[in-house]
């Protein structure tokens, strides 16, 4: 399917915000797509993190999540990527993580300007979770309802 296609003649997403999630364990990856949805998220799932850096600037999700454990190396590469604000596709990132990571890795996070992370689907990392977006995401509903306010106008 062609995204942009849906994108523009489709309000399948309306004013709600979109998601990236990019994990290769369904588990986990249906766990994180409910939570987001309990937010006010629709979700787009790639089990291929290389697809999904290809796909994301037509997809221009408000938020990404990553596996880190899958993609051990590539992350940091779609971080930095989605972060630079390159072809338009800036959003922000959550990582889901080991239980236990290097302080190498936690500096990595911490310099490239990670949102939050959290490190199991376990209702406690999972409430973790909607506590890292809520305050990005009553921004985020505040800055759609505006443009779409806005392009209302020029549409009339």
């Not at 408000?62 to 072809?87: C, E, M, N």
């Not at 596709?89 to 990582?95: D, E, G, H, Q």
Request: charged fraction near 30%; include cysteine.
């Amino acid at each position: 399917r062609n995204l942009a296609n849906l994108r523009l003649h489709s309000n399948k997403f309306g004013d709600r915000m979109k998601a990236l999630i990019i994990c290769d364990d369904e588990l986990v990856t249906n766990k994180i797509k409910e939570t987001l949805q309990s937010v006010g998220y629709d979700s787009i799932i790639y089990k291929w993190l290389l697809k999904a850096l290809d796909n994301v600037e037509e997809i221009s999700p408000d938020l990404s999540i990553v596996s880190v454990s899958d993609y051990p190396r590539h992350w940091k590469t779609f971080a930095q990527f989605v972060l630079s604000g390159i072809g338009h596709a800036k959003s922000n990132i959550i990582l889901y993580t080991p239980e236990t990571i290097s302080d190498e890795e936690k500096n990595k996070i911490s310099q490239l300007g990670i949102l939050g992370t959290f490190s199991s689907v376990e209702e406690e990392e999972l409430e973790k979770l909607k506590n890292i977006i809520s305050p990005k995401q009553e921004n985020n509903t505040k800055r759609k309802s505006l443009l779409l306010k806005i392009q209302d106008m020029y549409e009339k």
